[in-house]
Each structure stands twice: as structure tokens, then as C-alpha cells.
């Protein structure tokens, strides 16, 4: 098993930044692809950005590009997504997600979530 803990979120005004944590335990030399998921108010949950430390590969959704970026420290098992430039329509709850697989294409591939942390951009 692998558990993952979000922190980071909160907050902040049209504009600004914000830096959220994922730090994975357990199980965590398995899991080989990590990324960040986000549900806004009434709305299905949506895949963000995603990374394969082991493959070099990165994934961006269109309304993130340019803005975010996800990175993660193999040193202390955590992952990172630094979100600039943040919009009103970015404000979500902010899921971790990690999967055995070699990537991650849809939620459903997701095997281990965290609990989420909210994320709320003021206009």
C-alpha cells in the first residue's frame, strides 16, 4: 500500500502562486507514476499534470500550460505542483494520485489517492 498526504493549499488571490505538497510512504519504490488531480465545485474530477521520473515524461492539461509545473523529489518521496499565474476557475480540491503504471491516462488508472487539500483563487 501506498499512502499520500496533500498540503499546500489555501487561499490566494487572481494571480498569485501557490505550491502544493504530496508526500507519498509505503510502498513507494513501485509506484512509478505520480499526478495531480483536481475536482471544481459541482464538477467531475479532472486530470491536471502527471510525471514519470523514470521515463523523462511529463503531462500538462491545456488550461494549466505555461502555469503550472509538477516536479517531484525522490529524496524525500514527495511531489510537487507549483501553480502560478492562477485563475478563479482554478479553484478546486487538489487530489495526489499515483499508480503502478507506466502512465497514468485517465483517473480510473489511478491506484493510490491522497485526501485533498482545497485550493481557492479570489478574483
Known amino acids: 500500500q501506498v499512502q499520500l498526504v496533500e498540503s499546500g493549499g489555501g487561499l490566494v488571490q487572481a494571480g498569485g502562486s501557490l505550491r502544493l505538497s504530496c508526500t507519498a510512504s509505503?510502498?513507494?519504490?513501485?509506484?512509478?507514476?505520480m499526478g495531480w488531480f483536481r475536482q471544481p465545485p459541482g464538477k467531475e474530477r479532472e486530470y491536471v499534470t502527471a510525471?514519470?521520473?523514470?521515463?523523462?515524461?511529463?503531462y500538462y492539461a491545456d488550461s494549466v500550460k505555461g502555469r503550472f509545473t509538477i516536479f517531484r523529489d525522490n529524496t524525500k518521496n514527495t511531489l510537487y505542483l507549483q501553480m502560478n499565474s492562477l485563475k478563479p476557475e482554478d479553484t478546486a480540491v487538489y487530489y495526489c494520485?499515483?499508480?503502478?503504471?507506466?502512465?497514468?491516462?485517465?483517473?480510473?488508472?489511478?491506484?493510490?489517492w491522497g485526501q485533498g487539500t482545497q485550493v481557492t483563487v479570489s478574483s
Open positions: 509505503g510502498r513507494t519504490l513501485r509506484t512509478a507514476t
Open positions: 510525471i514519470n521520473w523514470r521515463a523523462g515524461r511529463t
Open positions: 494520485g499515483a499508480s503502478d503504471r507506466s502512465w497514468i491516462s485517465s483517473n480510473v488508472e489511478v491506484d493510490y
